[in-house]
DNA sequence: TCAAAAGTGTTATCCTTACACCCATGT
DNA sequence: ACATGGGTGTAAGGATAACACTTTTGA
């Protein structure tokens, strides 16, 4: 990152100039025993954040502190996700902006100094028809796929109607079409603009059916944790960033975990392990282990000096059909 | 986009909670006859911006805003690229920061309203080292090259030698490693740490050696452009945004002429339109064009409905040795 | 001996890349 | 006729996906 003075820009003073309120919020994910987790605060219905302060030395490092003060936890990899504005915050006569600045951030839960293990809950709670290991859950044709039809059907044109259709159907592989598992998000905003969700339809005390399951969370904090299981889905298979929720040492079978954990589906073993050795990610220790049952494992470590060499790939997805 | 009320959220006031101020920044990005061009103000040496303002009903809409007043120029395709923040704004006691959000933005020269055509500039007026499509330009081999050795020795140790050698070697495809096209930040960035680009000598009387080829922008436009030309060269690949730059009407050579300006490579012209109709992404007007010497060319346009049918795909590169 | 997990070998398939060639038009 | 760009056929090579099978341990 480069530091530059920066020189005094041409402004046109054609409105009301004004100050804004700076937040920071983070999907911090790690490996837990029950899944993929993200790290919440309050009663598990928010994601941390907290205020960007003149004390920060930058964005990243105020992001750190917040998510260290509240959670207790220590942050490795960071980046950005994305940022957004929302107007007139509540309970203020003199308007003010709030802008949010929403991070992605990979670590391992046991790197957490003090504080509770409670902090860590599945992504699977939050998104319950995101898990296809174990095939398609069965909420999805059982719930979101009568009540989306049922959502398209509610259009008033015709034309509006089969667009719903097919929108949904690409989103949850409706009719035969393959599951994408990086449509998080695209998913999360179909269910929310069908007013599925509880997020949806808060306050106003229209809905008459009962929300789907799923644990909602406090503002657009859902929304957020969708960006960020997304934005990791996807970015696994060309970054090796899996590493970073790794221990030092693992097995390949372990890696995998970890791989099918987070994309939600299920990898083809020998191709998985060939994947992962052509590409010299990973190096024997020399150590095996026999932790569970069957036969012993080799243990490998990251080859960090991957990076260096050359611009990386990450993990394909040798999915499996099962 | 979901609206969404502002809950309150936990506060802990641990620090001195401040305002901040929020700039727009845009990469404005259409084809024009000298190349891809980029949307810039004042001398051509900063991207069009503004400060986001109460009046603006959201970011994009004073992004929008501050292009259309700043250029003239109403904006298609927008998406963001990075959001950063700078300390210690000059000349104000009270420490104060800024915020600055940048988007990339896709249109077609033409969609200017009044003013200038001049405005537009060739991306490679700034970054000449990006532009391969008549092979390698000679400003690597014959000043990169040699300026980001000398670098690499002038490092301390030696392990950080080979390590300045390599990260050069990777990013400007020295010793007969491949040109990467999409890693124009990196270059950039490396030509910043290396001091050989003006914006990291400014101020400082200390170079000693001029700086190399590529006309500066002001404060850290420049590095933003980088960002945005990066983000498109990668994206084109997997989404089909070329056609936001694309008139409603074209060959397939035209189309294929602005790939190659965006990535700065030459393509395959057979496997190319082979791609392109492959994946349904256009369709025949039926009418053809015989503007230029040769046998008429059939004219296409974008099948917008591609968008809704399914999970498109952008345009591959079927790069060509020439 | 069986279950469970670690591994290896090989084939089928598809996608990309490359080469070779023909077509239609203006000068 | 030839230059220029439009357009088609097809084969080689590599990467992925699938299947079948062997090995090593603990219960």
């Given at each position: 990152m480069q530091k530059q003075a920066i020189a005094t820009r041409k402004e046109e003073p054609s409105g009301k100039a004004h100050d804004a309120n700076v937040d ?58 994305y940022t957004f504005a929302d107007r007139d915050r509540i309970g203020e006569q003199r308007q003010q902006r709030v802008i949010s600045i929403s991070y992605l ?218």
């Amino acid at each position: 990152m480069q530091k530059q003075a920066i020189a005094t820009r041409k402004e046109e003073p054609s409105g009301k100039a004004h100050d804004a309120n700076v937040d920071l919020i983070a999907v911090v994910v790690a490996m837990t025993e029950h899944g993929p987790g993200a790290l919440t605060v309050g009663r598990a219905d928010a994601l941390p954040s907290g205020p960007f302060e003149l004390s920060h030395r930058s964005l990243q490092f105020g992001l750190r502190a917040w998510v260290e003060h509240q959670t207790g936890h220590q942050l490795g990899y960071i980046e950005q996700l994305y940022t957004f504005a929302d107007r007139d915050r509540i309970g203020e006569q003199r308007q003010q902006r709030v802008i949010s600045i929403s991070y992605l951030a990979l670590t391992r839960a046991e790197h957490a100094v003090g504080s509770s293990k409670r902090a860590w809950r599945s992504w699977y709670d939050y998104f319950p028809w995101e898990d296809h290991r174990s095939g398609v859950p069965s909420i999805i044709p059982g719930i979101l796929q009568p009540r989306l039809l049922a959502w398209a059907d509610d259009a008033g044109h015709d034309v509006e109607r089969r667009e719903r259709r097919q929108r949904a159907g690409i989103a949850f592989g409706f009719d035969g079409r393959d599951w994408n598992e990086e449509l998080v998000l695209q998913r999360y905003e179909l269910l929310y603009e069908a007013a599925l969700v509880e997020e949806a339809v808060r306050g106003s005390e229209l809905s008459a059916s009962p929300p789907i399951p799923g644990t909602p969370m406090i503002a657009d904090h859902r929304r957020i944790l969708a960006t960020g299981i997304a934005r990791l889905r996807s970015k696994i298979k060309y970054r090796p960033v899996v590493f970073e929720l790794m221990p030092p040492v693992f097995t390949l079978l372990q890696l995998q975990r970890t791989v099918e954990a987070l994309s939600g589906r299920l990898l083809h073993k020998p191709n998985f392990r060939r994947l992962i050795e052509q590409q010299d990610l990973v190096e024997e220790t020399g150590e095996t282990t026999s932790d569970t049952v069957g036969r012993p494992a080799k243990l490998f470590r990251f080859r960090h000096a991957v990076l260096d060499e050359r611009v990386v790939a990450g993990t394909k997805l040798p999915l499996s059909r099962a």
